[in-house]
């Protein structure tokens, strides 16, 4: 079980530590590997080939900006669920970045989610339907944010 992140650039690593603070609270094991869509498309599909013949439960979370390629080509590509977490650094980059990743043609269902700490949150939820307990730790979660409007 793991969440395998696919940027677009090296310059993404940074936007993905807040994604991966959040998994290693549930204990979730993750990769991180820089394959842009549009340079080594090649490489790209060649992740998600060998990950589609493995039994292993997994989510990808894509971290890619601008033309927003790399989401859509692991999407159609994948028999394993895909969030886009498109990085930002101000309010002008999250226009840019946004508009490409909710613009996904037809049969590339990356699933888009703004906020890093959500997209961990997301993919942790997803792997949780085949594993007790870290059902158990997403239900414990809940409980504790609940609990903390309640003090």
């Known amino acids: 079980m793991k969440v395998l992140f696919l940027l677009g650039s090296e310059v993404d690593k940074d936007f993905t530590k807040k994604i991966t603070a959040e998994l290693d609270l549930f204990e979730v094991e993750h990769e991180v590997i820089v394959a842009s869509a549009h340079k080594v498309p090649e490489k790209v599909l060649e992740i998600v080939t060998a990950n589609n013949a493995s039994d292993e439960n997994m989510v990808y979370i894509t971290v890619a900006g601008r033309s927003n390629g790399l989401s859509g080509v692991v999407a159609a590509n994948s028999v394993h669920p895909v ?9 002008a980059d999250f226009m840019v970045n946004i508009n490409s990743t909710l613009q996904m043609p037809g049969d590339t269902p990356a699933m888009a989610v703004v906020d ?17 307990n870290l059902r158990q730790m997403v239900i414990d979660r809940i409980a504790m944010v609940k609990a903390s409007f309640n003090s």
């Open 116 to 132: 890093p700490k959500n997209a961990a949150l997301a993919a942790v939820r997803i792997l949780a339907n085949s594993d007790t």
């Open 83 to 91: 969030i886009a977490c498109p990085p930002h650094k101000d309010k």
